[in-house]
């Protein structure tokens, strides 16, 4: 994997940045923090000229946008992406949004069934959110996040979505592997990321927006080897204190007579199906800074 390709997996800040923010939401209005923000977004693309530079080739080669209108769409893009990191915190200091639900009977459905799934979750919108939204008393939700994350990050994740039946599971060193398939035979759930090449340079081709791009096999190799339902999962900023969260199906019957190659292809195609769609819906939130296309 080409070092522009590659990526931490942290949030950015230090641990007493984290509480002061936490700390601003529980007594300042979010539209102030908001101001304050769209004032540094310029100084972050200055400072941050790969990241900049990456979305403006997305906007420009694959949205197809002129040069003025994705310049101005990177500045959008970077302040809706600080938009989504505060309306973390935001929430994490008690703050509450309004959401709207589409195709959540899909992942309600498969939480009433016996077996496991899957859930493919990606960098664009804010996935995090939905853990926040998606519940259910019927499974456990494990939710695969990167090693190193910031202390502050982690324990208010943990106090969150514990409360939801989601566990965090981070993916260092090689036990959590045995825990992601313990859980699996349990008939709970597993969210996991599919849009970014991260510790591995396994990976399968698919097409997004008219062009070629590697997504990680891992969370398709295990869908096809354990023969289980997969859905991908989306949670959009709609407004100032909205989100619409999206469940989509991308198993289907017809793949009971493939080989596992086969399926592996077959679920990435539909993931990458369904991530062209949300991102002609909502082309400013597309949260992978580095050069995705070749």
């Not at 899909?106 to 996935?127: P, T």
């Not at 292809?265 to 580095?290: C, G, M, S």
Request: charged share 20%.
């Amino acid at each position: 994997m080409s070092e522009e390709r590659q990526w931490s997996g942290k949030t950015d800040g230090t641990l007493w940045m984290h509480k002061a923010l936490i700390g601003c939401f529980k007594f300042l209005p979010m539209a102030l923090l908001y101001f304050f923000m769209a004032l540094v977004v310029p100084f972050y693309m200055l400072f941050n000229h790969q990241g900049y530079l990456s979305i403006y080739h997305y906007l420009h080669q694959r949205q197809g946008w002129g040069p003025l209108k994705a310049f101005g769409g990177c500045y959008v893009n970077h302040f809706l992406f600080g938009a989504s990191l505060m309306d973390r915190f935001a929430s994490y200091a008690g703050r509450k949004f309004r959401v709207k639900k589409t195709g959540l009977e899909v992942f309600d459905n498969l939480a009433g069934q016996e077996q496991g799934f899957i859930m493919l979750s990606s960098h664009i919108g804010n996935s995090e959110m939905s853990g926040y939204m998606l519940s259910t008393p019927l499974k456990r939700m494990n939710a695969i996040t990167f090693p190193g994350e910031k202390a502050t990050v982690r324990s208010n994740l943990d106090r969150m979505l514990e409360v939801n039946n989601i566990r965090l599971i981070s993916a260092d060193g090689l036990d959590w592997l045995f825990t992601l398939n313990a859980a699996l035979s349990d008939g709970e759930i597993v969210s996991i990321h599919a849009d970014r090449l991260f510790g591995s340079s396994k990976a399968l081709k698919v097409k997004i927006l008219g062009a070629e791009a590697q997504i990680p096999m891992g969370p398709f190799n295990l869908a096809a080897t354990r023969c289980l339902p997969v859905t991908a999962g989306f949670c959009m900023k709609t407004g100032f204190k909205s989100y619409e969260a999206l469940q989509y199906r991308l198993d289907t019957p017809e793949m009971e007579t493939m080989s596992k190659t086969e399926k592996m292809d077959y679920l990435a195609a539909r993931y990458a199906a369904t991530v062209n769609a949300i991102l002609e819906k909502w082309p400013l939130q597309w949260y992978n800074f580095f050069e995705f296309w070749k």
